[in-house]
């Protein structure tokens, strides 16, 4: 594994020659999922907005690299989190790690001795991306085991849309499902 000083990823190609968009793998290439949600997070994180329409504040730099790819997700000054989108599994996996006392995501430093090991997982928190179009992905935590930092939160639900935009959606619910905070889901 390697520490990665960048804040992107290489993109591969999506697209078959002949009719286009083909969502079945092909032994003869890299899946390029997991690389394209990394390059589409990265390059338009700036420009992100949730379900409302409302800009968020979202920041993504890259750590590592080995059989996945390892970023730090920052949504506004309340939410931090490791993040590892995997190679090689169906439905493009973003597993949530909480983020480690004592390390701070703007410091490159405080990750020089820090491995993946070491991470608590997020329980409940895994981001599950589905390809709906070419380059194009819908990404979402499933259930109600999401733990929320916030007192007055009992889940968090995370929706993800990539296209030509970013659309990052963060929810609270109290125990009864009820939304506390958030955009409103699209109808």
């Known amino acids: 594994m390697r520490l990665l000083l960048l804040s992107g990823a290489i993109g591969l190609a999506a697209c078959q020659p002949g009719n286009g968009y083909n969502d079945g793998p092909r032994e003869d290439h890299v899946d390029p999922g997991p690389n394209q949600i990394a390059n589409a997070l990265v390059r338009l994180a700036d420009t992100a907005v949730d379900a409302a329409e409302q800009p968020i504040e979202l920041r993504v730099n890259g750590i590592w690299a080995d ?3 390892w970023y730090i997700l920052q949504d506004g000054g309340d939410w931090t989190a490791i993040a590892e989108i995997e190679f090689g599994r169906p439905a493009y ?3 949530l790690y909480r983020m480690p006392s004592g390390v701070q995501p703007s410091d ?10 070491q991470l608590e ?10 390809r709906t179009g070419p380059g194009d992905y819908l990404g979402q935590t499933e ?3 999401c ?8 889940y968090e639900t995370l929706e993800v849309v990539i296209g030509d ?3 990052w959606s963060r929810r609270g619910f109290d125990a009864d499902g009820i939304q506390l905070w958030g955009p409103q889901p699209a109808r």
């Open 147 to 154: 733990t929320s930092s916030r007192v007055d939160t009992a």
């Open 165 to 167: 935009s970013l659309i």
């Open 67 to 69: 059989d996945g790819l």
């Open 143 to 145: 259930g109600t085991d």
């Open 121 to 130: 997982l997020a329980e409940g928190c895994a981001i599950l991306f589905e």
């Open 93 to 95: 996996p973003m597993t």
């Open 108 to 117: 490159p430093d405080s990750f020089a001795d820090l491995t993946p090991d």
